[in-house]
């Protein structure tokens, strides 16, 4: 699949530039490569820079104001300064790495509701900067994600929306200025204890941590309030887990309030200790396939289900 995105000239008769993916598609860990091409104007243009940065919709909090905003999370330099003849043309091929903490935003072709995700190239000229349009990238989950998607969805947890939460999570080794929370309705034998089930991945290279935060209710003498839990994943030697009784004892052990209270940031601080779950975790993240034994695409259908397919993915 390609994927074309136009710029518009700077200024009558500038140069222009088309930025093309070779795939939308992706994954955190992953590459997205493709070219950026420049045809040149009727004038030569001296270039100063060309850069590549995703960018994303993040919740933020000014005072007692909450507001949504987009925020660019990784930028790739694609070149420096250079000059453009007259109707030159020139492609320049790039490869953007994607952060291991890139959040989520499609479950088997089903676009998350509330997710977007963009890559917008940055031409420069003369002090003058043309950002272009947000342009849709899809970024699909790694078979340790799917897993643990696929136990909520086996538990009867019917999912509700997914949002970027501005802030870090104590005790969690962060790189980006956000979390994703992917939200669901409490499965029918969780419902008496608690309304809603909120799941935060933090992904790196060697490992995930699962962060649980049950939204619980309240009773005669006590109102409701969260509970959190904190679980690290490793990305290997988990394939004979049973994700769906593990997912089970996990949601059981942050409901009892073993887990900790643990996010800074989106609806306000909090502190404490985190529950660790001692899981020897989830597929191997270098292998990035949808084989092996994973879950069908037929079993999320109902629980993830959206707007904006997500096109073909290749590795």
């Avoid at 074309?4 to 200024?11: D, I």
């Avoid at 870090?168 to 204890?193: D, K, M, N, S």
Wanted: with cysteine.
């Amino acid at each position: 699949m390609v994927f074309k995105k136009m710029l518009s000239a700077l200024g009558v008769g500038g140069p222009s530039v088309d930025t093309v993916l070779s795939n939308p598609n992706t994954r955190p860990g992953l590459v997205l490569d493709g070219q950026v091409n420049l045809r040149g104007g009727d004038a030569a243009a001296n270039i100063e820079h060309i850069s590549l940065a995703l960018v994303t919709r993040v919740e933020m909090e000014s005072g007692d104001h909450e507001y949504a905003g987009t925020m660019e999370f990784h930028r790739l330099p694609v070149t420096g300064a250079l000059q453009l003849a007259a109707g030159q043309q020139l492609s320049i091929p790039f490869q953007l790495p994607v952060p291991w903490e890139t959040p989520i935003t499609d479950v088997y072709g089903q676009r998350l509701h509330g997710m977007t995700m963009g890559l917008r190239t940055e031409l420069a000229i003369a002090r003058a900067v043309d950002k272009g349009d947000l342009d849709q990238v899809s970024v699909h989950p790694l078979p340790v994600h799917e897993r643990i998607l696929g136990a909520f969805n086996q538990l009867g947890f019917r999912f509700k929306g997914a949002d970027l939460e501005r802030g870090h999570i104590r005790g969690v080794q962060q790189t980006l200025p956000f979390y994703q929370e992917i939200e669901f309705f409490a499965a029918p034998q969780y419902a008496h204890v608690v309304r809603e089930v909120e799941l935060t991945f933090v992904t790196n290279q060697y490992s995930v941590d699962v962060i649980i935060e049950c939204d619980k209710r309240g009773g005669f003498f006590t109102g409701g309030h969260d509970s959190f839990g904190r679980y690290s994943v490793q990305h290997a030697g988990a394939e004979a887990v049973d994700w769906t009784r593990q997912v089970d004892a996990w949601l059981n052990e942050t409901i009892s309030g073993y887990g900790s209270r643990a996010k800074q940031g989106g609806h306000g601080y909090h502190g404490g200790r985190g529950g660790h779950g001692g899981m020897g975790g989830a597929v191997a993240g270098a292998a990035l396939g949808f084989g092996g034994g994973l879950l069908a695409g037929e079993m999320l259908e109902d629980a993830f289900g959206g707007d904006d397919g997500g096109g073909d993915f290749e590795e």
